[in-house]
Nanobody, 124 residues
């Protein structure tokens, strides 16, 4: 079992930056690929970014490529999402997720554990 606790959400103006953190506890974090997803009101939860167990492989949704960066620190059991050049379209609840495999995936159905989801609001 893996428990995930996110932090770092909030309100930011368009063009600004935020960094989300996701602290993991429970079974060995370093064996899990990690991902970030988001869900805007009235929309389905969508993939944002993923990182492999050692951080050697990353994968991004086209909508965030070049603006967002996912990283992890296995010594701290934490994964991060650095979000730059934010737009109002990035407004959503952001969820951290872990899967019981080492390789990345962009499918929400392939993730086994989820955090509670902090709100990110980008004002125009």
């Amino acid at each position: 079992q893996v428990q995930l606790v996110e932090s770092g959400g909030g309100l930011v103006q368009a063009g600004g930056s935020l960094r989300l953190s996701c602290a993991a506890s429970g079974r060995t974090f370093s064996s899990n690929a990690m991902g970030w997803f988001r869900q805007a009101p009235g929309k389905e939860r969508e993939f944002v970014a993923a990182i492999s167990w050692r951080g050697g492989s990353t994968y991004y949704a086209d909508s965030v490529k070049g603006r967002f960066t996912i990283s992890r620190d296995n010594a701290k059991n934490t994964v991060y999402l650095q979000m730059n050049s934010l737009t109002p379209e990035d407004t959503a609840v952001y969820y951290c997720a872990a899967r019981n495999f080492r390789v990345v995936s962009g499918s929400r159905n392939e993730y086994d554990y989820w955090g509670q989801g902090p709100q990110v609001t980008v004002s125009s």
